[in-house]
């Protein structure tokens, strides 16, 4: 799932790309560099600005964000964080659905805002394990392409580094994501990542049992209420989107005719391959029931990925 959605967000990220394309000028007798600008759905625009004072705003506005976060769950303001998720969802959803579908289908802005909303409310309000895991796939490539035209190569290594400490910190030395995690799951039934539930065979003879004798009957409401113990497996959305950010930002940096005719896909694979390296062997060397901050290995992982471009290609 983490590298299917590298993959749908170098797909997202393209569809807004500008177009540099070559044009003859009549008046001039020259061949002109044109671009051609697509931006984002919805009227949303992205910042401009310097370099460093989109990068600044950047760390301000995720650190802004993470503190409203934490008052809310503090607070246990269940429908605003509700109402919160439902927005930010259904936009970002809307951005990459309409990237899909824009060529082929009529009136597609609306179309996909439709979709968006739909899908976001049943993830957020009648929340199930499927729709949950497929709605990530697009939420983070959406999210991905309102910043990562204000971002640089040199800003996004910066912003890897700062977001790499920051979740060392939080896992590791305060559990903030521990916390943030179980209050999301337990309380609001929500959660920013992908999640996998699993049970075992001990709780699935259970279940199995008590369908059996239910199986020509009326199933009592306690029984139904029932509970079971079951382990999960997840990955934070913030581990997901940020390789995506840091491969789109090549993507559009280093305009290098590549595969498929994308320019910059080349360092955009690498680094999505360097993130999926780390990502592994974080995933090789975990022990159930521990909580780990994947950033430092995924971003390791990118940051080899980089030298394996610059050595091998660039």
Same mark, same amino acid.
């Given at each position: 799932?983490?590298?299917?959605?590298?993959?749908?967000?170098?797909?997202?990220?393209?569809?807004?790309?500008?177009?540099?394309?070559?044009?003859?000028?009549?008046?001039?007798?020259?061949?002109?560099?044109?671009?051609?600008?697509?931006?984002?759905?919805?009227?949303?625009?992205?910042? +401009?600005?310097?370099?460093?004072?989109?990068?600044?705003?950047?760390?301000?506005?995720?650190?802004?964000?993470?503190?409203?976060?934490?008052?809310?769950?503090?607070? %246990?303001?269940?429908?605003?964080?509700?109402?919160?998720?439902?927005?930010?969802?259904?936009?970002?959803?809307?951005?990459? $659905?309409?990237?899909?579908?824009?060529?082929?289908?009529?009136?597609?802005?609306?179309?996909?805002?439709?979709?968006?909303? $739909?899908?976001?409310?049943?993830?957020?309000?009648?929340?199930?394990?499927?729709?949950?895991?497929?709605?990530?796939?697009?939420?983070?490539?959406?999210?991905?392409?309102?910043?990562?035209?204000?971002?640089?190569?040199?800003?996004?290594?910066?912003?890897?580094?700062?977001?790499?400490?920051?979740?060392?910190?939080?896992?590791?030395?305060?559990?903030?994501?521990?916390?943030?995690?179980?209050?999301?799951?337990?309380?609001?039934? @929500?959660?920013?990542?992908?999640?996998?539930?699993?049970?075992?065979?001990?709780? %699935?003879?259970?279940?199995?049992?008590?369908?059996?004798?239910?199986?020509?009957? +009326?199933?009592?409401?306690?029984?139904?209420? +029932?509970?079971? +113990?079951?382990?999960?497996?997840?990955?934070?959305?913030?581990?997901?989107?940020?390789?995506?950010?840091?491969?789109?930002?090549?993507?559009?940096?280093?305009?290098?005719?590549?595969?498929?005719?994308?320019?910059? @896909?080349?360092?955009?694979?690498?680094?999505?391959?360097?993130?999926?390296?780390?990502?592994?062997?974080?995933?090789? $060397?975990?022990?159930?029931?521990?909580?780990?901050?994947?950033?430092?290995?995924?971003?390791?992982? $990118?940051?080899?990925?980089?030298?394996?471009?610059?050595?091998?290609?660039?």
């Amino acid at each position: 799932m983490f590298l299917l959605t590298q993959f749908i967000g170098l797909f997202v990220v393209n569809a807004y790309s500008p177009i540099h394309q070559s044009v003859y000028n009549a008046t001039s007798g020259q061949i002109e560099l044109q671009t051609i600008e697509r931006g984002l759905p919805f009227g949303l625009e992205t910042p +401009k600005g310097e370099p460093t004072q989109n990068f600044i705003s950047i760390v301000f506005a995720f650190a802004f964000a993470f503190a409203i976060i934490f008052v809310l769950i503090k607070y %246990k303001w269940k429908f605003v964080i509700k109402s919160w998720f439902f927005l930010v969802i259904a936009l970002a959803l809307g951005i990459s $659905i309409y990237a899909i579908i824009r060529n082929s289908v009529t009136l597609a802005m609306t179309a996909a805002l439709m979709i968006a909303v $739909i899908l976001s409310y049943i993830k957020v309000f009648r929340p199930n394990v499927f729709v949950h895991n497929i709605t990530e796939l697009l939420i983070y490539p959406g999210i991905a392409a309102v910043f990562i035209p204000i971002l640089t190569p040199l800003s996004v290594i910066a912003l890897l580094i700062l977001i790499s400490l920051y979740d060392m910190w939080a896992v590791w030395k305060s559990g903030i994501m521990q916390k943030m995690a179980k209050f999301q799951m337990e309380e609001l039934k @929500l959660f920013g990542g992908f999640l996998i539930p699993t049970a075992s065979d001990k709780v %699935k003879m259970q279940i199995k049992k008590i369908k059996e004798k239910y199986q020509d009957k +009326k199933m009592p409401e306690s029984v139904k209420k +029932k509970k079971f +113990k079951v382990n999960i497996a997840i990955l934070g959305g913030g581990d997901v989107i940020f390789p995506i950010i840091a491969a789109g930002v090549f993507m559009r940096s280093y305009y290098l005719q590549s595969l498929f005719n994308i320019p910059g @896909l080349i360092p955009a694979l690498f680094v999505i391959g360097g993130a999926f390296v780390g990502l592994t062997f974080l995933f090789a $060397i975990t022990r159930k029931g521990k909580a780990y901050p994947a950033m430092p290995y995924i971003t390791a992982g $990118i940051f080899l990925g980089l030298l394996a471009w610059k050595f091998l290609v660039f």
